[in-house]
């Protein structure tokens, strides 16, 4: 980890000493059990993985590896438990998540500094973003846990029993809110996995769930990969599954519940058209196309990574975010002047490369900040590609990182068909200073989210989720209650 006496080498041999945010406050053991009952409990195979600092390739620790006696371990947990937690008064069972949001606030900085530390992201963001939001969850649902029957007037409404959540290692604690606090408001009870190269903060949320108090069994936490997340999926102790990540394994997930009783809901991958009319404020606009591709690295679902300028205006556009990107640091996670940290893992930056050459073997034009890179860790510039068509790999498929793919549009209709024109359905945006062109553009963007004058904007209340291959089902606001709920005429 970089202290301020450490100086840090970049790739072009210029030397830096950050300033980064003090890590006194965060207390990350050598080693992490699962969260099974109530009790940090060895895995049955006694293997454990490295959860390593993709900033600067060192271990950070070691997390247990998961295996199927594990998962049924906690699934039982959670079955054993859930008589208790769904029969308890709704307003105790709110108590208990409030002061999950309360212990996560209090204990913030440590959780954005993990957070940061784990998965690369800018300290700034996940200390104004993701703790605040993950906190917020909780409080939000916490509110609802005593008034289910006034969010559904005239139905009967029941929890589904035990909930297993696989999450993504793009926002894994603000994740890990989302599938929890409204399980636990409903009165279901967790088996959650986090993804493997970001266990960290949903095992100081066990230490949190255990300080708040929770019933044993009520929240489970196991850690563990792809085949951790299988078994929880085939497991037929579980009510439903709630997963988040890309579309080729929610394909998967979804092939695997076909034909079971089990409820899902899958969030996936996304392609977003973020688009700029001409009388759009520009400056604004700029700064949302930075935000909506550059934040957290481009490791969105809902990243704005396809760009729709309008002609008229796409040089001057381009040319000021070019010299936006510019202005961009690209560092240390735990520095709060970084703007993007680094890639999550080696393989995600095996990925953007890969489709950094796809790119232009495909003839499009690329363009990268020239600022410097840490020799190592996993770092890709802001890049953006210009010169390409809707044909192209780079503007169809979904990259995960800090790579924007531009076009330009004529007429509001081929900005519209341009948009829809991708497999993908989950956010959109556009910019524009006609409140009549936004009400016209949301109606007809095929997305689940659509922004207008701003971009990755997230809010508890909010309900989100795809259309076509970016998912089924919602999250958030009452549409999130809606799905760990079995609702009775
Ligand atoms: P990405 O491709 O962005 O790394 P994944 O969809 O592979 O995202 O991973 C998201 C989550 O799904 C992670 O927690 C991962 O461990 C889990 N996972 C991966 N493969 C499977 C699978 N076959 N069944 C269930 N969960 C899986």
């Given at each position: 980890m970089a202290t301020p006496e450490n100086k840090l080498a970049f790739d072009d041999g210029w030397q830096y000493s950050p300033a980064p945010?003090?890590?006194?406050h965060v207390r990350i053991k050598k080693k992490y059990d699962l969260f099974i009952g109530g009790d940090f409990v060895k895995p049955e195979k006694g293997r454990y993985f490295d959860t390593i600092?993709?900033?600067?390739?060192?271990?950070i620790s070691r997390v247990a590896l998961a295996a199927d006696a594990d998962v049924d371990k906690a699934v039982k947990a959670a079955r054993k438990a859930y008589p208790g937690w769904s029969r308890m008064k709704a307003a105790e069972r709110g108590k208990y998540i409030y002061r999950i949001a309360r212990i996560l606030q209090e204990r913030s900085r440590e959780f954005a500094a993990i957070e940061s530390l784990d998965g690369g992201k800018p300290i700034r963001e996940s200390r104004d973003v993701d703790v605040p939001l993950a906190a917020a969850h909780f409080f939000y649902y916490a509110g609802w846990a005593d008034k289910l029957e006034y969010a559904f007037p005239g139905r009967n409404v029941k929890p589904l029993g035990v909930a297993g959540q696989i999450i993504p290692w793009n926002f894994p604690l603000l994740m890990a809110a989302w599938k929890i606090a409204p399980a636990l408001a409903c009165g279901n009870t967790v088996v959650i996995k986090p993804a493997e190269t970001t266990p960290l903060t949903a095992m100081k949320l066990a230490e949190v769930i255990a300080d708040a108090g929770l019933p044993p069994g009520v929240v489970n936490i196991i850690t563990g990969a792809g085949e951790t997340g299988a078994a929880i999926v085939n497991h037929p102790g579980v009510d439903k599954i709630a997963f988040t990540g890309s579309t080729s394994v929610g394909r998967i997930i979804q092939k695997a519940l076909a034909g079971t009783r089990k409820h899902y809901t899958l969030e996936l991958g996304g392609k977003a058209a973020n688009i700029i009319f001409a009388d759009a404020a520009i400056d604004q606009a700029v700064e949302g196309i930075v935000n909506g591709i550059f934040f957290n690295q481009g490791h969105v679902c809902c990243a704005g990574s396809r760009l729709f300028v309008q002609e008229s205006v796409a040089d001057r556009v381009i040319q000021k975010l070019k010299d936006r990107m510019e202005t961009l640091i690209v560092g240390d996670p735990l520095d709060k002047n970084t703007d993007i940290g680094a890639i999550n893992s080696q393989e995600q930056l095996a990925t953007i490369r890969s489709y950094l050459k796809v790119g232009q073997d495909e003839g499009g034009e690329m363009f990268q900040s020239s600022c410097r890179i840490p020799k190592k860790g996993y770092w890709c510039r802001p890049t953006i590609f210009t010169?390409?068509?809707?044909?192209?790999r780079v503007v169809q498929e979904e990259i995960f990182g800090p790579v924007l793919a531009i076009q330009t549009f004529r007429t509001y209709n081929e900005a519209i068909s341009k948009a829809n024109?991708?497999?993908?359905?989950l956010s959109g945006g556009i910019w524009t200073d006609k409140g009549s062109k936004i009400f016209k553009m949301t109606q007809s963007v095929r997305a689940g989210v659509v922004w207008a004058n701003t971009f990755n904007k997230f809010d508890p209340t909010s309900p989100f989720g795809g259309y076509k291959e970016s998912g089924v089902g919602r999250e958030g606001g009452l549409h999130g209650l809606d799905a760990y709920l079995k609702l009775e005429a």
């Open positions: 945010e003090s890590t006194d600092n993709p900033a600067t390739e060192e271990v010169g390409v068509s809707q044909s192209n024109n991708t497999p993908y359905g």
